[in-house]
Structure formats: structure tokens, C-alpha cells
């Protein structure tokens, strides 16, 4: 069972874009939402995460928006670059947790 | 300064075999986690270790195991290899427990023949 579901499953975008990915989760103990950006022939990379006691989060181009009613978390991607081009998993874990419980990634691919 | 590190970076293997992986984590963190990711899908977990003790564990076959050393450096062994095993596999870790924050290994790519 999904335990996180991410959408859309790839996404092209204009060079200055907004890239918008999508994640719902089910579990409410889930209490810590990063983002993974990963390039081919790499690891995940730690871009950005949030905690479910605030509702939006900003870092540079990248801003994570939360609603805990909804159970629903996305990314946005503001003034997207080419060397945005990667595949982004969204991941939810309990801080008593073990383990991530990661999506099913979003290829995304700006265009110049 | 060092990060993840993980080797070797690629293996190939012939069904049947055994496969030792190798993660060294980054310098002060305690933690390390297993991830399996299979091409086109998200890692799912193996295993995680903290202060050389497991601490949990995936839905994956006894095939699998793991350890957790002195220098918090880990091995993940796979024996009797399936087809279905060629994959990625990823070392992440963090300073500790939680396990928030966590900070993945470029991966092993292997490939069972």
C-alpha cells in the first residue's frame, strides 16, 4: 500500500516557470515532509522539508506548501531552470519513526 | 568534507550469488538507513542501524541482511540473488534518532545476470 502518493508523474516546463508537484498522504503520525531532488546516477538530495506546525515554507526558488486538513503537501519550483531537470520525490516519516515512506517521483524537465 | 560514501558503485552478479555492499556515513552521524530503489519507483526501506543496533526493518525477504560497526560504517549482504534484485541501492544517514534530516550515498548500482 502507497503510503504516499505523488503526482504528476512527469511534468515539462517553460524555462521561468512554475513546477508544481503534488503529494497526499493518509498516515496523521506522519510529522516530517522533506523533498528529494535527484539526478540520474545519484542519490536523493535533501532540498527542502517541513513539519506539519506551519503551512508554508520558502528556500530560495523552492516553497513547500502544507495542508494538514487535506493531507496534501506540494512543491513549487518558482522561475524554473534548466538545471532544475531531475526527478523530485516527496518522502513523510514519524520523528519516532525508522523509515521514509517516499512517492513515486515526478520527472521534471524544463525547457530553455 | 565527506559525505555519504558507498561502494563499489556498480556490481553485476549471476543469480544465486551473494552481494556485500558497503556505506560509509557521514563524519558524527550514528544512523544508517538501506533504501532499495528499483528504476522508475521511489527507495523503499531495507533496514536502519543506530549505535550498531537495528532499529527497523522492511517488508524484504531474509535474503537481506545488514550490520552496523564500531566506526557506525555499514554493510548490507543480499544472498541467493534474484533477477529482481538489480536495483539501486542507497546508504543514507543521519546524526541520529530521530531520523529526520537524512543525507543519501550516490548508491550502488547492481545488476543481477
Known amino acids: 500500500q502507497q503510503q504516499v502518493k505523488q503526482s504528476p508523474q512527469s511534468l515539462i516546463v517553460q524555462k521561468g516557470g512554475i513546477s508544481i508537484i503534488n503529494c497526499a498522504y493518509e498516515n496523521t503520525a506522519f510529522d516530517y515532509f522533506p523533498w528529494y531532488q535527484q539526478f540520474p546516477g545519484k542519490g536523493p538530495a535533501l532540498l527542502i522539508a517541513i513539519r506539519p506546525d506551519v503551512s508554508e515554507k520558502k528556500e530560495g526558488r523552492f516553497t513547500i506548501s502544507f495542508n494538514k486538513s487535506a493531507k496534501q503537501f506540494s512543491l513549487h519550483i518558482m522561475d524554473s531552470q534548466p538545471g532544475d531537470s531531475a526527478t523530485y520525490f516527496c518522502?513523510?516519516?514519524?520523528?519516532?519513526?525508522?523509515?521514509?515512506?517516499f512517492g513515486t517521483g515526478t520527472s521534471l524537465t524544463v525547457i530553455p | 568534507d565527506a559525505g555519504v560514501t558507498q561502494s563499489p558503485t556498480h556490481l553485476i552478479k549471476t543469480r544465486g550469488q551473494q552481494v556485500t555492499l558497503r556505506c560509509s556515513p557521514i563524519?558524527?552521524?550514528?544512523?544508517v538507513s538501506w533504501y532499495q530503489q528499483v528504476l522508475g519507483q521511489g527507495p523503499q526501506f531495507i533496514f536502519q542501524y543506530y549505535e550498531k543496533e537495528e532499529r527497523g526493518r522492511g517488508n524484504f525477504p531474509d535474503r537481506f541482511s545488514a550490520r552496523q560497526f564500531p566506526n557506525y560504517s555499514s554493510e548490507l549482504n543480499v544472498n541467493a540473488l534474484l533477477l529482481g534484485d538489480s536495483a539501486l541501492y542507497l546508504c543514507?544517514?543521519?546524526?541520529?534518532?530521530?531520523?529526520?534530516?537524512?543525507?543519501f550515498g550516490q548508491g550502488t548500482r547492481l545488476t543481477v545476470v
Open positions: 518522502a513523510a516519516t514519524k520523528a519516532t519513526g525508522n523509515q521514509f515512506y
Open positions: 563524519s558524527g552521524h550514528k544512523s
Open positions: 543514507a544517514s543521519s546524526f541520529g534518532l530521530p531520523n529526520t534530516e537524512a543525507f
